[in-house]
């Protein structure tokens, strides 16, 4: 079974970086897709990026182009996202997903979800 976990969460002010890691577990991360997903407190969960099983496809929500950056080494089993240029509207539960049913950009399109990590963003 697929087992995800996210750290590198936490607080940070406007403007602040942080880097998020997901740690792959239970089968063969290089024939997953990756995504990193946020949810706010009353909101829908939506997609932030996503990279492809071969890394060369990659995704990225209007909102976080040209600040965030995903990455994966598929020597450690492991999926990055890197924020830069934090702001509020950032804080969220940052959750990871794997699937191999394509770079998809809905919840569904994932079959396998960590636990989540907290990231706040103060002003």
């Known amino acids: 079974q697929v087992q995800l976990v996210e750290s590198g969460g936490g607080l940070v002010q406007a403007g602040g970086s942080l880097r998020l890691s997901c740690a792959f577990s239970?089968?063969?991360?290089?024939?997953?897709?990756m995504a990193w997903f946020r949810q706010a407190p009353g909101k829908e969960r939506n997609i932030v990026t996503g990279?492809?099983?071969?890394?060369?496809?990659?995704y990225y929500a209007d909102s976080v182009k040209g600040r965030f950056t995903i990455s994966r080494d598929n020597a450690k089993n492991t999926v990055y996202l890197q924020m830069n240029s934090l702001k509020p509207e950032d804080t969220a539960v940052y959750y990871c997903?794997?699937?191999?049913?394509?770079?998809?950009?809905?919840?569904?399109?994932?079959?396998?979800w960590g636990q989540g990590t907290q990231v706040t963003v103060s002003s």
């Open positions: 997903a794997a699937g191999d049913r394509g770079l998809g950009r809905t919840p569904n399109a994932y079959d396998y």
């Open positions: 239970g089968r063969t991360f290089s024939i997953y897709n």
């Open positions: 990279i492809s099983w071969s890394g060369d496809s990659t």
